[in-house]
């Protein structure tokens, strides 16, 4: 069984007004990924994911595309121990 992990990741460039949360939000709960995602008031967006290492790996892969109409300029990535996330929602 694979190691769960935790992700808090900060996406830069044009994320905002692209449908990147709703994406992001789709693509974890299709790979069984938990946390949540958000917009930050700098233009950025900040992502938490807790799943398996190969999950958590691949939907961080996943950000440096993003949504169709996105573009990631950075993706900036601190891995921590789980916190117990549950589910996975966009938060306001």
């Given at each position: 069984?694979?190691?769960?992990?935790?992700?808090?990741?900060?996406?830069?460039?044009?994320?905002?007004?692209?449908?990147?949360?709703?994406?992001?939000?789709?693509?974890?709960?299709?790979?069984?990924?938990?946390?949540?995602?958000?917009?930050?008031?700098?233009?950025?967006?900040?992502?938490?994911?807790?799943?398996?290492?190969?999950?958590?790996?691949?939907?961080?892969?996943?950000?440096?595309?993003?949504?169709?109409?996105?573009?990631?300029?950075d993706v900036e990535v601190e891995y921590g121990p789980p916190e117990g996330e549950s589910g996975f929602e966009i938060?306001?």
């Open positions: 069984m694979a190691d769960r992990t935790r992700a808090h990741v900060f996406v830069s460039g044009t994320v905002q007004g692209v449908y990147y949360r709703a994406n992001t939000r789709d693509t974890a709960r299709e790979r069984g990924v938990d946390g949540w995602v958000r917009n930050l008031e700098d233009g950025r967006v900040e992502a938490v994911f807790e799943g398996d290492d190969p999950d958590v790996e691949a939907i961080i892969e996943w950000c440096h595309t993003g949504s169709p109409r996105a573009t990631v300029d938060r306001y």
